[in-house]
Every structure is written in C-alpha cells, then in structure tokens.
C-alpha cells in the first residue's frame, strides 16, 4: 500500500520539522566542534578506560605531537605524569592541580563526566594564554607559596597552633578514644601529661589541645627539654634582667613561661629535665609565678601546662631520677597516645594521606602499593610509629621503577616481620580502600564545617551536588 504525502499535510509538516531540528542539530555540532578545536585552553578527553578519545589541537600543540598521536591511545604512554586514569577511576574530580610536562609545571583540571551514576568520560584542560606566561605565572606562584609557608609557618611556629583534632588521622576505636578524652579536657586549664612513643604524634595533640581551648588566642610555646644544656635551664624557661651574670643581653631576656603568657607552654621530653629544675617547675605550678634571674621579686603568670614523655615516668620515679610530687602534679589527666602497631586499621587511611602528600612534595606519581607490600605494612612492628610510616613511604618513592609501590622498595629490615600473623587479609590496603577511608572522613568533615549544608560541603569539595549525595548515600552518612 502506497502512502501519498500531499503538501501541507501534517506528515508533510512533521517531516519539515524534523528536517529542521536535525538542520540545527547538526549546524549546533559542528558549532561545538569549531569552539572545542579552537578554544584557547588545551582540551582532552578521555573514556572510563583512561583512552583519550578526544583532543583539539591547542592541546596537542602544548605536548609536542598531533591529535592523531593521541586519540586512541591510553592517556598514561602519552600524557606525562597525568592522573586522567586516576580520575576516570575513582571519580573525583582534581581541580587547579599542578602538573610537570616537558620539565615545567602547569596547571590542570581533571574533571569526570556522569552518566546517571556511572562515570563515562573525564575532561582534561590546561589553563593557559601562552607557555611562557603559563612558566612565568607557575613560577611566581610557586615562590609567592613558599614565602606564604615560610611566613606563616614563622608566625604558627611563634603564636598559634598549627594542627587541630581533624589533622590527628585515624578512625580505629583506640586513636578515636584518645581524641574524645582530649577535646573534653581541652576545654578548661587542666594541666595534661601526654604519653607515647615516639612518632606517636604527641606534639599534634598539644596543638589540638591548645587550639580547642579558651587560650586558642594566645601563645603555644613549645620547650624540647632534651634539647636544652642544663646550665641553661633556668634562664630558658624563667628569662633573666639586664646584667644577672656576665654575657647576659642589655635588654635582659624573656623567658619561656613569660612568653607563654595566657597561653600555653609545652614540656615536650619531660623526663629529660635536670632534677634541679623540676622542684623549681614544682614551684611554678603550685605558686603560679616564677623569678628571673637577677630580679628582685618574683612575677605572676597565667599559664598552661602540657608536658609529653615516651618514657615511663613511674619507673624514673622509683628509679629516683624523676621527682614523685612533680609526676602526681603533672598526672591530673594522662593521654596515652596508641603506637601504630596498636592502631593497625589507620594504616590504609595515614598511606594514602602520606602518597598523596608526598606526591604534591616531591612531584613523583603513585597509584598506591602493592599486595605483597601491604602484608608487610601491615606486619611491621612500627617501632618508630607514624613519623617512621611516612620515611618509609618517602624512600620508597624515590627507590620505586612503576606506578605502585612494591615489597622491593621497601627496607630490607622489614621483610623478616612478613609471614607476622598480624596482618588482616580482609583490610587489603589498597589504593581503593584507602582513597574511600580518607574521601569519607572529608565529606564528614565539609559536612561538619558547613553545619550540614550540602551545597556549601559540595563547593568545599569541588563535587556537584548530586555527586556528594551518591558518596553520602554510599558511606551511609547520617545527617
């Protein structure tokens, strides 16, 4: 049966409107097509498989070669140092991220395309007008940040608390139970005793302390009593007048405890003080004034204590090295720090947060390590805790041949702890695991920060909204 269409008709009509939709359908492509091959900024795009699929010449042209030696392959064997495959795997976007290319940085955005709840594509682009402005621009950059970190390193070393409660990482129910004893003493002016090993991260916890106390405006003095020569004790922490003792400064000096003034004063290594000294430190904290040398009369002081040791205080005292009085007074609460090996399950969460610090530090990449590492991660006793986890990590970076670390770039030292029973099979520490552990303790933290504002956490992030809620559905996180 034949069908006439007669002008005019309504199937004539609907045929000219489709012919025209499609008209400008196409005419709205090839408009795209011309503003992506000419766009200033360099452009790529890469499938969820890491293969690039698209590039415009800019592109192209800031790498040296051509589109056509790059569509198809794999972004990793022709991008340099490029994380597009990072990011077409694990879906967060990386946005105004420095990369090297040719022996200069430059700077990147790394962000995944959605198709409903799965990730089709990642889009790639270089901010730049020229690369010589891009050279230029990078390097004042880098050196306006390090002066910035240099002078506000300057300033946090001198007055502020540089960590807080959300710098101690970790979730394990040992670290979490120190944390929640701390942020309830830290409130009023108890003197605290820290214990712990050493890298245990004490000093992190001093400054958490004072950062979440009423004196979070003043001064965090911190003392390494291991460091000081005992004939310099009294002058350090009490200061001297002017002419109390030949050499002294016109001026006079300013002790620690004055320095700390309505603040507070960090007694790191307390075992370490001279005998002498601790009935004097007695005195101060039962009068709450102290005497510089050469005055005439002593000085009140308002300030906190908190002392640290990763020795077993109770054992110098029976060992008559450490005063009893002073121990019980500096004893009102003790925090006892966990050792790494005691805190296993941060493990995965303080690797990954240390890769990605030290990829930023040393601009090397890393995917993460490998089974065969993990196990002896895992079995390692850490006798060196979490400062010894990150040298380790560290070396490995600069020792490693591929894009994980492997059993061989770790210390020969550590391979006779691998057959150790400690290591759980069911906590693989892969990049996956870790990245999830560190991505869920972030969205709890921008939730925290923006008082559960979804919109403003998603900003924080750099996510769109509707990503933040697939990760909040995902790690079941309770408004």
């Known amino acids: 049966m034949n069908m006439i269409i007669r002008q005019e008709g309504w199937v004539h009509k ?274 709450k004034e102290i005497e510089p040398l050469g005055s005439e009369a002593p000085e009140s002081i308002d300030v906190r204590i908190i002392a640290a040791t990763n020795k077993n205080l109770q054992t110098l005292v029976d060992e008559g090295k450490f005063r009893n009085d002073l121990y019980y007074r500096l004893n009102v609460v003790m925090l006892e720090v966990p050792a790494l090996r005691d805190r296993q399950a941060d493990i995965p969460l303080l690797t990954c947060h240390f890769l990605r610090q030290l990829e930023k530090e040393t601009g090397i990449p890393v995917e993460g390590v490998n089974p065969e590492a993990e196990k002896l991660l895992y079995a390692y006793p850490w006798p060196g805790n979490i400062r010894e986890l990150r040298n380790v990590l560290e070396r490995a970076l600069y020792v490693k041949n591929g894009s994980t670390i492997t059993r061989h770039d770790l210390p020969h030292s550590m391979f006779q702890y691998q057959q150790a029973e400690k290591y759980d099979a069911q906590h693989h520490l892969t990049l996956k695991f870790a990245v999830e552990q560190l991505e869920e303790e972030l969205i709890r933290r921008a939730l925290k920060e923006t008082k559960g504002s979804k919109i403003e956490a998603a900003a924080q992030l750099g996510i769109s909204k509707s990503s933040l809620y697939e990760k909040i559905t995902k790690y079941e996180i309770s408004d």
């Open 14 to 287: 609907l045929l000219l409107s489709l012919a025209d939709k499609a008209s400008a359908a196409e005419k709205e492509k090839k408009m795209l097509q011309i503003a992506f091959d000419n766009a200033y900024e360099g452009i790529v795009i890469v499938d969820a498989e890491g293969m690039v699929i698209m590039a415009n010449e800019a592109y192209a042209r800031f790498l040296g070669t051509t589109i056509s030696g790059l569509v198809g392959r794999h972004a990793s064997e022709v991008i340099e140092n490029t994380r597009m495959h990072v990011v077409a795997r694990t879906g967060v976007a990386e946005i105004a991220q420095m990369q090297k290319i040719n022996g200069h940085n430059m700077i990147a955005n790394r962000i995944p395309v959605f198709n409903g709840q799965k990730l089709s594509a990642v889009i790639g682009t270089v901010i730049f007008q020229e690369v010589d402005d891009l050279f230029a621009l990078t390097s004042r950059f880098e050196k306006l940040k390090k002066e910035l970190e240099f002078y506000k390193g300057e300033w946090n070393k001198k007055h502020h608390a540089k960590y807080s409660f959300d710098s101690i990482l970790g979730t394990s129910p040992e670290i979490e139970a120190v944390k929640r004893l701390a942020r309830r003493v830290a409130k009023n002016d108890t003197t605290i005793l820290i214990k712990g090993e050493s890298g245990t991260g004490k000093e992190l916890f001093a400054h958490a302390i004072h950062r979440e106390s009423s004196r979070f405006s003043g001064p965090l003095i911190k003392v390494n009593c291991a460091a000081i020569p005992e004939t310099l004790f009294e002058s350090e922490l009490f200061g001297y007048k002017e002419g109390s003792f030949t050499g002294a400064k016109k001026s006079g000096k300013k002790g620690k405890f004055a320095a700390a003034q309505h603040g507070t004063l960090f007694l790191d290594e307390i075992s370490e003080m001279p005998l002498m000294m601790q009935a004097k430190l007695l005195r101060v904290l039962q009068e």
